[in-house]
């Protein structure tokens, strides 16, 4: 049975619902959301005269739902547009139009008596052979399916995104004793490829797989803390980035999805595992019992274990001292080892010198993570018969980037047992026959491929979902033909090279600029195209501003003319070179990232990417040929009869103000993306084949060198003259620096084509660049930017002066 899904019912229009609906709109489903007929009329509804017949109250709880969520940050929507694709309506007028629907997903609340009832009510009208799913955190699966019919159970499993739905990856599936293995089959594809999850197939246990572990691990770190003698500041700085977690670490986050959500999901295993060995840590420890009587529950109450108050004028973040139950100023916290390990950005190396550290953080992560090892090897074949299971519930929907198991590896698996041991916390049996069977690592990759230990078989296995996957982890060993410090370059088969930057958050500097030209050079020799991606945290942060900054300040203008150059001419050959390339974009795709991006024959861009030139925020203009860019594709776009300012000033003004699209589609809206050549992908794990398809597809078809463009009409005298006026406008109301000024200027003064008279003049490329350039150099020049420079590089931040 082939199915497909073109539109999908939520019923239940809260947080979740509303977000999910969302979702579904981002990858182009039409959705029907539907919640409850309110029971009385509001203030404004009586003052209206409007009765509870009146359409737009029988409305009114989803629609209220839907607009905030709408109007949420972060946005649960790649486009605004998007919503139209969500159709609202109630239990009682519209249940009808289920049957028109492939999907219906229940988010009611967590009442078992209540989503037995809209159960019955969807019986009424779904049509036979209708997936119906349950988005469910802890309510056994099986207990939903009392006097459903057969068609229902069969086409019935749990679903359970995690919240926010847009931006959280994991998608668990709970299939029944009746569930059609066909359905499981289905949804474990949809998910990733769809909707750009992780699928994680569950048992039906108790909270399943991800909370299981995640609210144990907060559990247990809850009781513990006071033992540690460890503050809430200091728990969050180790529990962090530095040790793969989350910016929020542990308390921020627990202040974030709210004290009573934990309370409540702690509170259910308590009852529903009875005999879990660390049942009683399911507990609620008495500070936090006293925290849910003041309703000191978090952001939700804006008061949980940390708050803002205004001391002396000023924003200060408070923290809660556990042992006097009073706030104080957050600490900064220092700890030795964080200091050492701070230039390591491999956590996979990081990790073992922070387990290893004699200090109090090496305590604290050995005295926190081994009882998290015992207690997921115990899990085993509880909660799930694979391995791999539990690792990619942790990472997709609690955000570690290493889970359990893979941080076992990471730490040495027999080391730490023998540890584990002599801390009294012995691992599950199967751990130790891994061990005796010669098995040494939990993953192992081989000929390419990912494999898991399986304990039942006890060897190995490929992991099911990965085996037409292409991956860099897994190439490493075998299909690196070339690196340097900063870049490396592989062999993705079928005459295609991939290029992966791996510098600091992927800056661009010197080792990537020769890599890039190297990965040209190689491929028109001898392949037939070229990939430009990386598996970090993002794609590029732009050009190494803290280099742009040296140079300047010691005034070395010639060598900074010959590194802006040299970037420029680089970008130009990805455009220029004999063989197509494609740039597969993902996370930051920012300033000479975008730039880069901008130049090749093709964008496969994961749906969440941040992508824009944000050159103005230090002091410059895009100098990567990014400010050209816009003048061609400002050129392009003009048609007869169009009024060209205004399509200058929308391209100015998204340079201007350092637009940056939050989704791939606003790359699109913004412009830095090209309509019928680039595209976006939900799949981040598909991302690197279909890129590499994408390219292979363009080399096949038959590629041809472009030729260099000169037939670029630019503004000239006209558009400069529109931005002179519109700067020197905002400024004087305030708007503005004088600096801010001087920069629009000269973003509009090269935007335009500089000193041309005549609107609408025919330019080269390299005229446009040149002019790019210059006008870099001279901003490098002034004071205030390198000010801002200096401040970028020292704490982050953007400075306006």
Known sequence: ??????????????????????????????????????????????????????????????????????????????????????????????????????????????????????????????????????????????????????????????????????????????????????????????????????????????????????????????????????????????????????????????????????????????????????????????????????????????????????????????????????????????????????????????????????????????????????????????????????????????????????????????????????????????????????????????????????????GYKVIPGTEELLSLANLRATNVLWENAGSTIFDLGDGILCFEAHTKMNTIGEDVINGLNKCIDMAEKDYKGVVIYNEGANFSAGADVSMIFSLAVEQEFDELNFAVSLFQNTMMRLRYSSIPVVAAPHGLALGGGCEMCMHTDKVVMFAETYMGLVEFGVGLIPGGGGTKEFALRLSDELKTGDIRTNAFINRFMTVGSAKVGMSGYEAFDLGYLRPGVDEIIVSRVHQLKYAKDACLLIANKGYSKPPARKDIKVLGSEGVGLVLVGADGLTEGGFMSEHDKLIAEKLGYVLAGGDISQALTEVTEQYLLDLERKTFLELCRTRKTLERMESLIKSGKILRN
């Open 1 to 458: 049975m082939t199915r497909r899904i073109n539109k999908v019912a939520i019923l239940g229009s809260g947080i979740m619902g509303s977000g999910i609906a969302c979702h579904f709109a981002n990858i182009g489903v039409e959705v029907l959301l539907l919640d409850i007929v309110p029971r009385e009329l509001n203030e404004a509804e009586k003052a209206q005269g409007l009765t509870l017949e009146t359409p737009a109250v029988r409305n009114r709880i989803v629609n209220d739902f839907l607009a905030a969520a709408l109007k949420s940050k972060p946005s649960p929507i790649y486009r605004q547009s998007f919503a139209s694709r969500i159709t609202t309506g109630n239990f009682d007028d519209n249940m009808k139009d289920i049957a028109t629907c492939d999907w219906i997903i229940e988010v009611v609340i967590e009442r078992l008596d209540i989503k037995k009832i809209v159960f019955d009510n969807v019986e009424k009208f779904r049509k036979p052979g209708t997936i119906v799913t349950s988005n469910t955190s802890g309510i056994p699966i099986q207990q939903m399916l009392d006097g459903r019919s057969e068609d229902f159970a069969k086409n019935f499993c749990g679903t359970h995104f995690f919240n926010p739905p847009r931006y959280l990856k994991l998608f668990e599936i709970i299939p029944s004793t009746k569930t059609d293995p066909e359905l499981v089959a289905f949804l474990a594809d949809y998910a990733p490829r769809f909707l750009g999850k992780t699928a994680v197939l569950c048992k039906d246990t108790p909270a399943f797989i991800a909370n299981r572990i995640g609210v144990y691990s907060i559990m247990a770190l809850f009781h513990s803390i006071k033992e540690l003698g460890m503050s809430i500041d200091e728990v969050d700085k180790l529990t962090g980035p530095v040790f793969g977690r989350p910016k929020s670490a542990t308390f921020r986050t627990c202040d974030v999805v709210g004290l009573d959500t934990l309370v409540h999901v702690a509170n259910g295993l308590k009852e529903g595992v009875p005999n879990d060995e660390c049942n009683n840590l399911f507990d609620i420890p008495d500070y936090v019992q006293k925290m849910i009587e003041n309703k000191w529950l978090g952001s939700k109450t804006k008061q949980g274990f940390f708050k803002r108050e205004t001391i002396d004028g000023k924003k200060v973040t408070m923290s809660l001292d556990l042992n006097t139950m009073e706030y104080k100023p957050s600490e900064k916290v220092k700890f030795q080892i964080l200091d050492i390990v701070k230039p390591i950005d491999d956590l996979v190396k990081r990790v073992p010198m922070l387990m290893g550290s004699k200090d109090k953080a090496g305590d604290f992560y050995r005295k926190t993570t081994y009882p998290v090892l015992k207690y997921v090897s115990n899990r085993i074949p509880e909660i799930s018969d694979e391995l791999f299971k539990i690792d990619d519930g942790m990472v997709a929907g609690f955000g570690w980037e290493l889970g359990p198991f893979q941080l076992w590896d990471a730490i040495g698996v027999a080391k730490t047992v023998k540890a584990m041991e002599e801390a009294g916390l012995k691992p599950a049996q199967w751990v130790y026959d891994m061990l005796a069977a010669g098995c040494e690592t939990f993953y192992k990759v081989e000929n390419g491929k990912s494999m898991y230990y399986d304990i039942q078989a006890k």
